[in-house]
């Protein structure tokens, strides 16, 4: 067989490039090596001479992985490019060497592209008699297909232009559940204005909430043609954004036919079409007028086209529309997505969908019983009116039902926990426990989305917002199994990891209420209410001190409160402590994340309070003691400058000139009275250090105090927080643990104590002035000195005559104080 030597060079890069990149996700060259060869090539010149194939491909490859290195392991999603895809990569080389072919061999190969892959499509997805359109945005299917519609419904269009549109102005119906902007999008390309679109509400009575109301939409349009308007087009779903639901498509195509309406359907459940076995009001669908199809998601094929089918029998006006062209290289297009359809084959094609809609049934059927979890889809009960008899209303809900789940067999599953309302907590029943339920249930499936997309990657599931419903978790995989390679044992993990993380979001909103209250008990501890935290709450310790001015009273709140958050961390708990969202609104407050079963939370919250309350004392007499050691310091300057000027005059001035002083006390030594002082950090003053030394010299030293232990010890491996009787070790001494974490604190930093008011003392003890036999001294009780101060305290329970028995006897002794204040 004569093969092209162009092909084959073809063919072998393409393999060698792909195994460049993919083999960069697992490079062992270290991460800067990487960083400096991308930081110098990418804002260099053009090299001179060129670079080779390899090299440009290294920088490629640098390009896609060099933040790696910078990004956390995080539960990011890679598509797997298998075989299929490189078919699909390889259409793309493909299409740019067959463009340079002659124009006739050229005309004859897309001519033999564009119709192989138009019959394949349509006798696949049943869409007989159809033409295709291949175009990249998915949005612009659509948008040809309004243009085919206005030139064929106003003759005049393409000689007068927009003008005809004010003879009868066009309207384009869309359903409330369409792709947001999507006809905000079309009247923008469209030259039309906003008031051209109409959007049609979902049922509000029977049905599913996410099916557009077929009887509504009929009154709406009836009202527009009354008014001299033109209904133009509807848009409808097999299977809708967010919630996967299908319209019923048999009879708006019947409502169609009836006012002269083009029906364009799209969705992801027209997948389904390719099945032996479809829904009927997916079936419906194959009557449409147009229909889009996303191959790449469905499939697993990286940079293929998505395609729209219609039917129209003018090619004239399909040529004006744009949905046919005159350029050859524009048909290109379809030819990725050629080679990949040749290469699945039909048995491929049908396997990938049937393997994804076994998925969606494999998770539904096994939601179905687990509690808290309900699913979305289902009509109530609560919205069927009351009938007399309430055999008839049952009757009529049971039949409703059936109607609805045989129409929502869709194969997207969408699902959001939802609280107990049999389950009780200590505080109170969880039936409106609270105003912004709706809120915090949303929050909580918020969480519970992200933690299950982190444990279980492969399963692609993500969030959707639905308006009646909320935040649910969507599982889509049509759009993401074949991608992430999903299997089925992935939903039995998604199901395993599901039922563990339903008991904790099932104890945290039960336990919400709970915390709130008795964080109210507490007069320093303010509760943030913030509905976007999925945890037990948030909470503040405000200080006491009133006398504060705001940027003072901000300044501390923010001081504690950190302090506060860093000692809560280090505790032995299962609880996560942090700082809460990094752009939430609320700022210097504490949040607590998820809880569980056995969670004391008034053991909780006193430790809380109790640890807030001592960094505040502690901070408090840190404060005092700077400004009493400030004090203390200017004190003693004054007293030293004293001391010294009586020395001076003790001395006399001929003792301070340096020979003559000398000779002089070495014939008269003279015996000097420098006394000692001593700073006392309770009281905040100074005083004699000879009752001190005296004392000292008697007992032959101070005694230490003794450092107080806690009597209550956690055992190995104990955690707080955890009620008693709660099962195995754990629970021991669990009641004395707020009490343990006080005692801690107090360990590490001293806690703040009453002073005693100082006695009445005369002027020359304080100032330190000399002592003569005449004067007469007046008893005085030694203040308490804390420890850390330059000499130890005496016992406050000595007595009166001790004291001066002692003072006595080391005035007797001649000895002189130890430490001195100096000259």
């Not at 792909?18 to 990418?42: C, T, V, W, Y």
């Not at 007399?388 to 009757?395: H, K, P």
């Not at 004190?635 to 006399?652: F, S, V």
Request: charged share 25%; with cysteine.
């Amino acid at each position: 067989m004569m093969v092209d030597p162009t092909l084959a060079e073809m063919g072998k890069n393409l393999n060698e490039a792909m195994k460049i990149l993919e083999d960069g996700r697992n490079a062992s060259e270290p991460h800067a090596d990487r960083r400096q060869f991308s930081r110098s090539s990418i804002p260099g010149p053009l090299q001179g001479d060129g670079q080779d194939v390899a090299s440009i491909l290294q920088l490629v490859q640098n390009l896609m992985h060099e933040d790696e290195e910078e990004d956390k392991p995080s539960h990011r999603r890679m598509q797997n490019v298998g075989e299929q895809g490189h078919m699909a990569l390889l259409g793309h080389s493909l299409a740019a060497y067959i463009s340079v072919l002659d124009r006739e061999r050229l005309r004859k190969l897309i001519t033999r592209i564009a119709s192989d892959t138009t019959l394949w499509l349509c006798r696949l997805f049943r869409y007989e008699s159809g033409s295709a359109y291949y175009h990249e945005d998915d949005r612009e299917g659509l948008l040809k297909v309004c243009r085919l519609v206005i030139n064929a419904r106003y003759e005049d269009y393409s000689t007068e232009g927009y003008t005809v549109l004010n003879s009868r102005q066009p309207v384009i119906y869309q359903s409330a559940t369409c792709r947001p902007g999507l006809g905000q999008h079309l009247c923008s390309q469209l030259g039309l204005p906003l008031s051209s679109l109409c959007t049609v509400p979902c049922n509000t009575m029977f049905g599913s909430q996410h099916q557009m109301d077929v009887a509504l939409l009929d009154k709406l349009i009836k009202e527009d043609v009354e008014t001299g308007k033109l209904p133009l087009l509807l848009v409808a779903n097999a299977g809708t954004p967010g919630a996967g639901h299908t319209d019923k498509l048999g009879r708006l195509k019947e409502l169609c036919e009836q006012y002269g309406m083009w029906l364009h359907i799209e969705g992801v459940n027209l997948a389904t079409l390719a099945l032996g076995q479809v829904s009927s009001p997916v079936t419906a669908a194959t009557r449409s007028d147009s229909m889009t199809l996303t191959l790449g998601p469905w499939l697993g094929l990286p940079a293929v086209p998505a395609v729209t089918l219609y039917r129209h029998e003018d090619p004239a006006l399909s040529l004006a529309a744009g949905l046919t062209s005159s350029q050859p290289v524009e048909k290109l297009r379809a030819l990725p997505l050629w080679l990949s359809l040749q290469y699945l084959g039909h048995d491929g094609i049908v396997e990938k969908i049937r393997h994804a809609a076994e998925l969606s049934q494999q998770l539904l059927e096994k939601l179905k019983t687990l509690a808290s979890i309900k699913t979305s889809g289902v009509a109530s009960l609560s919205r069927i009116p009351p009938i007399s008899g309430g055999s008839l209303r049952d009757l009529l809900g049971s039949l409703i039902l059936s109607i609805v789940e045989d129409e929502l067999n869709s194969p997207v599953v969408v699902f959001r926990f939802s609280q107990e309302t049999s389950a009780e907590s200590s505080g109170g029943s969880v039936e409106g426990y609270f105003a912004g339920e709706r809120e915090v249930l949303d929050t909580l499936n918020r969480w519970l989305c992200e933690r299950l997309a982190q444990l279980v990657p492969a399963s692609g599931v993500d969030i959707v917002e639905l308006e009646d419903e909320g935040t649910c978790v969507r599982f889509t995989p049509l759009m993401t199994a074949a991608a992430l390679g999903t299997q089925r044992c992935d939903v039995d993990l998604l199901v395993e990891r599901l039922t563990e993380l339903v008991p904790v979001l099932n104890c945290t909103l039960r336990l919400r209420l709970d915390f709130r209250e008795e964080v109210y008990r507490h007069s320093a501890l303010s509760y943030i209410e913030d509905l976007s935290w999925p945890g037990l709450g948030a909470v503040r310790y405000e200080p006491r001190i009133e006398e504060m001015n705001d940027r003072k009273r901000q300044l501390e709140v923010e001081k504690i409160n950190g302090e506060l958050l860093v000692k809560l961390g280090d505790l032995d708990a299962d609880l996560i402590f942090s700082t809460g969202p990094e752009f939430g609104p609320e700022k210097d407050c504490i949040f607590i994340g998820m809880a569980m079963e056995d969670l004391d939370v008034p053991e909780l919250v006193d430790t809380i309070a109790a640890l807030g309350r001592d960094i505040e004392e502690n901070g408090r007499l840190l404060e005092n003691m700077t400004e009493v050691v400030r004090k203390g310091i200017q004190e003693a300057e004054l007293q030293l400058q004293k001391d010294n000027q009586e020395k001076l005059m003790e001395e006399g001035v001929l003792r301070q000139i340096p020979l003559v002083g000398s000779v002089l006390n070495w014939f008269s030594p003279f015996q000097s009275t420098v006394k000692g002082r001593t700073f006392n950090l309770a009281a905040g003053s100074l005083d004699s250090t000879e009752p001190t030394y005296s004392m000292k010299a008697q007992t032959g030293g101070l005694a230490s105090p003794e450092t107080p232990t806690s009597s209550a010890k956690r055992l190995p491996g104990q955690r707080l927080f955890r009620r008693e009787g709660a099962g195995g070790s754990d629970s021991h001494s669990e009641t004395s643990s707020v009490g343990h974490a006080e005692d801690l604190s107090r360990e590490g930093v001293p806690q703040p104590s009453t002073p005693t008011p100082p006695s009445p003392v005369p002027d020359e003890v304080v100032s330190g002035g000399p002592e003569s036999p005449e004067t007469s001294q007046v008893p005085v009780e030694p203040e308490p000195t804390q420890e850390g101060s330059e000499v130890g305290t005496q016992e406050g329970e000595q007595s009166m005559e001790e004291e001066e028995r002692q003072s006595e006897g080391q005035e007797a002794t001649g000895e002189a104080p130890v430490e001195e204040m100096g000259r």
